[in-house]
């Protein structure tokens, strides 16, 4: 599975969208971005996934740029409970489905 | 729905002892993942099980642990002798192996080996 680079941290104000960047340069037309996140003591949390067109469910959007090396996870209204460790993982579609995860971005949400 | 339930949530023993982590996939999920978590190494996939067949166990660390799925519903992870660096956060996940479905995690176990 390709490599994926996220910055370490961000903040972001309550109430603003939140935008996590992740660069995956070397990434191969069968596999998909994921998003995951992880609050505090708890386990990972699935978000969204897409291949190459925009994503939306109740969560976030993701957004994948036209040559896929990028996307941008967007948080629309980002509240407290929203602090968390954000995961983006690249995935090739086969069985079993494994994730390898990396650093994460550490999301702090201040009032 | 009831999500992917691991027991026990903490679990403190003496180095040496054996350990049994358990895990209860979501109902008609036939993939099931174990992860393990610290702080140097963060999350890692240790072994992954597909219709109850472990598939790639590649990540286990050594042959202190085991990994056993007697059926559908519930899965074990189990270190025999235990040592102090074994002390993590244990996860456990299942999926559906059709397309390209993602996992649901539990909330883990919190192994504490003195």
């Known amino acids: 599975d390709a490599k994926t680079t996220q910055p370490p941290s961000m903040d972001c104000a309550e109430g603003r969208a939140a935008n996590l960047p992740c660069n995956h340069s070397t990434i191969s037309g069968n596999e998909y971005v994921y998003w995951y996140r992880q609050i505090h003591s708890q386990g990972p949390q699935y978000i969204i996934h897409g291949l190459k067109n925009n994503e939306t469910n109740e969560m976030a959007s993701l957004i994948i740029t036209e040559d896929r090396k990028s996307s941008t996870l967007i948080l629309p209204h980002a509240t407290l409970r929203d602090t968390a460790v954000y995961y983006c993982i690249v995935r090739v579609e086969a069985a079993g489905n494994k994730l390898t995860f990396g650093g994460g971005t550490r999301v702090l949400v201040k009032p | 729905d009831a999500g992917v339930i691991q027991s026990p949530r903490h679990e403190v023993t003496e180095m040496g002892q054996e350990v049994t982590l358990r895990c209860k996939p979501i109902?008609?999920?036939?993939?099931l993942f174990w992860y393990r978590q610290t702080m140097m190494r963060g999350l890692e996939l240790l072994i992954y099980f597909n219709n109850n067949v472990p598939i790639d166990d590649s990540g286990m660390p050594e042959d202190r642990f085991s990994a056993k799925m007697p059926n559908a519903s519930f899965s074990t992870l189990k270190i025999q002798p235990s040592e102090p660096r074994d002390s993590a956060v244990y996860f456990c996940a299942s999926s559906s192996s059709l397309g390209n479905q993602p996992q649901h995690f539990g909330d883990g176990t919190r192994l504490s080996i003195l």
């Open positions: 109902s008609g999920h036939n993939s």
